[in-house]
């Protein structure tokens, strides 16, 4: 999770939170409320009365893109990075604009369909189109929270081995190394290669000091935690287990003589380190320079000492250094930690089991915060359904009272609108399980590299939830459709 989760949580704030959501609330009411406001006072009397609505001015579009570029700026100063804020932005109105255009025509495409409920939703694809989006959207960020949160671990746990290392211990010292190696062997506990480990920063890259040279290839990765820490440094004679070699070669006669340094590829393509690059580690009793010979890929899931940095040995063997290693307790032999601890007061043992279920406290606590904030997007699908049968209420109810007089009950159009509400949000449910779907599969493939996982439950759940949620936000809004006269309503001007 280092790669995901912020390497510092801001300070604690009342006010930065407040001015923000008050900010961000003020463009964005009078990017979509101002100029409809402006407008009033250019509606004559007789537009009033005949329903009439002028279309947008000039002056009045501009407010809207001005307030637009001005919430742009906002979230840009909000994240610190222009260029993300401008994809995310940018891919959300490409992703907008292309379902609401697809949805469009699949509305149009059920113009021959005889079913009245279906005529209303197609009779103006625009707004349907933006109700069912505006729904879908919340909905789908929900699901993805709430499909992933458990089961990420879940998934990442089931790929572990059955006997892999659940123990580290750290910090052995030279002097226990042979100690703490036989009370491994005496209690039975199977165990990885044991590494030295040195500590260092690396502090510069062909000789130009670490954070000038990666931040002129970009500037984001200045940031990246390999370099605001010390590193654990180690030597190996053989490749390390679970290592492979993307570039260079494994060590020759000549590697410790030229003082060479295989790195890790992940971190070699963050810091834009390249084959040959010449490397300044910092250690406590001094600096050493080694030059890159070779690169490598490290399955980090292997529960096995792996190093962003391995040195052959003779180079770093003359500085201070602790060991450590990982080994599988079963859970029968427990008790043979206990023996460890007291026999080896000094060594550092970190139990995986107890780090896994402080991750999964956290995944909770972060998914719940995110879920709340969901909750509230979701609301905002249901107001905007809310104001849709608000903005049309006249229309309907003129509809309805027509219906009446040509025999329809209160039943019957109790019973459409159902229908129609249910078929909205039903369709909603149905893209927001779509989109959850293929945003999940990206991030089990792309993020995490793990196989991705179907989830059914979502095919049924959503559509489910979307209809509930529609009917009765839709139906409570639309009460006063059926509590007028049709005399009424057809003798109203």
Do not use: C
């Not at 009950?409 to 399980?433: P, V």
């Amino acid at each position: 999770l280092a790669d995901i989760l912020p390497a510092g949580l801001p300070a604690l704030s009342f006010w930065h939170p407040l001015l923000t959501g008050v900010g961000t609330a003020t463009l964005v009411l009078m990017g979509f409320a101002l100029p409809a406001l402006l407008a009033l006072g250019q509606i004559t009397p007789l537009r009033v009365l005949r329903r009439e609505l002028l279309p947008p001015s000039l002056p009045q579009l501009a407010i809207t893109v001005l307030s637009l570029l001005a919430l742009f700026a906002l979230l840009a100063i909000e994240t610190g990075r222009l260029m993300l804020t401008a994809i995310a932005i940018g891919g959300g109105a490409v992703l907008v604009l292309s379902l609401n255009l697809a949805l469009r025509y699949l509305l149009n495409s059920l113009r021959h369909t005889g079913n009245s409920s279906l005529a209303a939703l197609r009779r103006n694809p625009s707004e349907t189109a933006t109700q069912m989006l505006g729904l879908a959207l919340g909905l789908t960020a929900l699901l993805l929270v709430v499909s992933l949160r458990d089961e990420l671990l879940n998934t990442w746990q089931t790929k572990i081995p059955v006997d892999a290392p659940n123990q580290f211990a750290l910090n052995i010292a030279d002097h226990e190394l042979d100690g703490f190696r036989g009370a491994l062997q005496q209690a039975g506990l199977h165990y990885s290669d044991i590494y030295p480990v040195v500590r260092g920063r690396l502090t510069a890259i062909n000789n130009k000091p670490v954070q000038t040279a990666v931040s002129k290839e970009n500037p984001d990765e200045a940031r990246d935690e390999s370099l605001n820490r010390e590193l654990n440094l180690t030597w190996a004679k053989d490749l390390p287990h679970g290592n492979t070699l993307s570039s260079g070669q494994w060590w020759t006669k000549d590697s410790a003589i030229n003082k060479e340094v295989s790195v890790e590829k992940r971190l070699a393509e963050r810091l834009n380190i390249q084959m040959g690059d010449t490397l300044t580690f910092t250690l406590a009793e001094g600096t050493l320079q080694a030059k890159v010979g070779s690169l490598r890929e490290v399955d980090w899931d292997s529960f096995q000492p792996n190093f962003y940095v391995v040195f052959p040995p003779g180079v770093i063997e003359h500085f201070p250094a602790s060991w450590m290693t990982s080994f599988n307790v079963p859970k029968a032999k427990r008790p043979a930690l206990n023996d460890l601890v007291k026999a080896f007061p000094t060594v550092v043992l970190i139990d995986i089991a107890s780090v896994l279920v402080e991750v999964r406290s956290l995944l909770a606590q972060v998914s719940q915060a995110v879920e709340a904030i969901l909750l509230f997007v979701l609301a905002a699908g249901l107001l905007v359904i809310v104001a849709h049968v608000s903005a049309s209420l006249d229309a309907r109810r003129f509809e309805a009272a027509l219906l009446r007089v040509f025999g329809a009950s209160k039943g019957d159009l109790q019973r459409r609108l159902l229908t129609e509400f249910i078929l909205l949000g039903a369709a909603s449910g149905l893209l927001a399980a779509i989109m959850a779907e293929i945003l999940a599969a990206m991030i089990y493939w792309k993020v995490f590299e793990l196989p991705p996982v179907l989830h059914p439950a979502l095919w049924w759940q959503a559509p489910l939830a979307g209809a509930v949620m529609v009917s009765l936000t839709g139906l409570a809004g639309a009460r006063k459709i059926w509590a007028t006269s049709p005399m009424l309503t057809l003798r109203r001007p």
